[in-house]
């Protein structure tokens, strides 16, 4: 090697003329590890298949049956419903409970307070016999029977969608929180006024917060559709109930409606994937573009 | 947008007073300034300089006295013998014509430096997005970042990061330009750049007022410079007076200090 010495480093002592190559450390406890993991697995799989209890051909036979696939389409329209009302009203709920005004903010308190104070299944009953507190609803010619008004599918919408709001809301709250204030400050000195303030500044940058949290209650709600089996809207939970009531394969059921909830939250999984990465944006590579900005730095003071 | 005239100050307050709880930061301030004319706020921290420069675009509310920007008072209108607040929407439309730069930049995180100076044009003026876009590019270029457009803050070094946030207070077209030590959080070798924009922008007849450490920007670019101490104004001259000959002790405790 004829490199070209460097002129203000020390000279190179005798003994770094064979220097040696650096050999990666080994984990042979980590092949072990994984040796023991996989037969485990491998044995958990072969019992299960192998169980002629699991009755693995009604599985097969009902997976895409018209009543269970009908039931995943109302499961994925409550689940998307009910977390739009729970998305929507906590932004507003979150929104208030930041707000100077101290009746706005109690009032903000409270919703989320009794509402996550109280358990879902009592929420959704609640409403399904709200006409049994009030029979009819509205005021004066604007009023309509409650029994009308609320169908097993309302009543869903209203226990899960407001029920979800109250979460939600402190999610968005925390999101907001963590946007650094001079963020605001800097927009207000533009000249914009605070709902947008708000809604180009502040929530676009809580996003990246409010994401991964959302993620979850999503696929929690996915599973909490479940509940309205109580109030009789036939969902995937519900349709699977009602074959297995009158044939008696309870468990094989059961596994397809678990199939089925696995598959869904597998693909929600990956859309909050891309979803992160769109409001990652200025913010994801965030390591490898302060090098890249030092480089041109030192590129700058060259030019 | 402004009503003054040409001979009319840019900026003047009177008996500017400003309390957080107990504790009194402004004691009473006047200040005035010239269309055209750079002012430096100097004084030690906790003097009330940046209180005072974050009241004239109301982003710090104060209790008595006045403050006049282009002709019309900063977030108050009278009311009998009193004050009253501005609504947002008034607040805001003054705002749009203050520029304001901070120390910490503040840059739109989830925007590139292109999007963060067309923001205010496109939101508040409601500008056509190719105008914006040009008189960001050309703003951009002006303060040595045309082949930074498209870079995210995150990317950019804390001296562009902060001629961007110049850009971006200039893309509204402001009358007056406010800067809270602008050059406070730079490391050493990137403080030139940003001074030498500010140095260029006081050249085109830029109104500024500069809150500031930096004594040889103040002496070579003010007009005047205030040095404040205490919630009050100490003295005010020119930087040839103030800070060569002081006459008050206080500021020549706090020069010998900042010199040594």
Known sequence: ?303 | MTTTTADEPMFQAWDVHKSFGHVEVLKGIDMSVERGEVVCLLGPSGSGKSTFLRCINHLEKFDRGEMWVGGQRVGYRPHGDKLKELNEREVAQRRSGIGMVFQGFNLFGHRTALENVMEGPVVVRREKRAVAEQRARDLLGRVGLADRVDNYPSQLSGGQQQRVAIARALAMQPDLMLFDEPTSALDPELVGDVLAVMRQLAEDGMTMIVVTHELGFAREVADRVYFMDGGVVVESGPPSEVLERPREARTQAFLSKVLA
Not at chain 1, 22 to 30: A, E, L
Not at chain 1, 71 to 100: E, F
């Open chain 1, 1 to 303: 090697m004829t490199a070209t010495p460097v002129t203000d480093s020390p000279a190179r002592p005798a003994f770094a003329r064979d220097a040696r190559v650096v050999v990666p450390t080994r984990h042979p406890g980590r092949w072990a590890m994984a040796a023991v993991i996989l037969v485990l697995v491998a044995g958990a799989i072969t019992q299960v298949i192998g169980n002629e209890r699991f009755q693995w051909d009604v599985v097969g036979d009902y997976l895409f049956a018209e009543p269970i696939l009908q039931g995943v389409a109302r499961t994925l329209m409550l689940t998307v419903a009910a977390m739009t009302i729970g998305v929507v009203l906590g932004v507003v709920v979150a929104v208030l409970r930041l707000s100077p005004n101290p009746i706005l903010s109690s009032a903000a308190w409270a919703y989320s307070w009794f509402f996550r104070g109280t358990p879902l299944l009592v929420q959704l009953l609640f409403w399904y016999f709200l006409g049994a507190l009030y029979p009819t609803i509205g005021a004066g010619s604007f009023s309509w029977s409650a029994n009308d008004l609320i169908s097993p599918l309302t009543a869903a919408l209203l226990g899960l969608g407001l029920n979800e709001a109250a979460y939600m809301s402190e999610i968005v709250r925390g999101g907001i929180l963590s946007v650094p204030p001079g963020q605001a400050e800097a927009a207000s000195a533009v000249g914009m006024r605070r709902s947008q303030v708000m809604r180009r500044v502040v929530l676009p940058q809580a996003m990246r917060v409010i994401i991964p949290p959302t993620g979850n209650e999503t696929i929690g709600m996915l599973k909490h559709t479940a509940l309205v089996l109580v109030i009789g809207y036939s969902e995937l939970m519900t349709s699977a109930s009602l074959i297995y009531s009158r044939t008696y394969q309870t468990i094989p059921l059961l596994i397809v409606a678990a199939l089925w909830y696995l598959a869904i939250s597998a693909v929600l999984s990956v859309g909050q994937f891309f979803i992160e990465r769109h409001f990652g944006r200025g913010f994801s590579h965030h390591r490898v573009s302060r090098r890249g900005s030092r480089a041109t730095r030192k590129g700058e003071a060259v030019a």
